[in-house]
């Protein structure tokens, strides 16, 4: 089983989306949020600060204390966390350009005309949003 982290960072009412190359292997040409996978022995919050850095070379200040939604997908072997980012240092910029070609923020109203990676998405990230508005 792929053990995955995402994090939703949420500002101004809108959510931090990546789109993944279409050349990924595992979902690919979709919307994602930003994550990777939990190496051995690493924790999930860890591994959550780890990949925002890598990917967005963000550091993550205030993170809640249990995952908003897990999910897992039996085809692709996956389990996935999915943690709401409420502070984070620096400036999102797309620092893996193999893994997205590029990231956006998303209003609740673009949403439902997005590939989105899981059909899940669109619903939790806009409540997400709606119960997050800062």
Do not use: F, K
């Amino acid at each position: 089983m792929h053990h995955v982290v995402t994090g939703a960072l949420v500002e101004a009412g809108r959510v931090l989306l990546g789109h993944r190359a279409a050349s990924r292997r595992w979902y690919p040409d979709v919307w994602d949020l930003p994550g990777g996978h939990v190496d051995d022995g690493e924790s999930e919050l860890d591994a959550l600060r780890r990949e925002l850095h890598e990917e967005l070379g963000v550091e993550v200040t205030a993170v809640e204390a249990d995952p908003v939604a897990r999910i897992t997908d039996p085809v692709a072997d996956l389990q996935l966390g999915l943690w709401l980012v409420r502070a984070w240092a620096g400036v999102p910029v797309n620092r893996c350009l193999e893994e997205h070609d590029e990231v956006r923020w998303i209003s609740p109203a673009e949403l439902p005309g997005l590939r989105l990676a899981h059909p899940g998405y669109a619903d939790l990230l806009g409540r997400l949003l709606t119960e997050n508005a800062r």
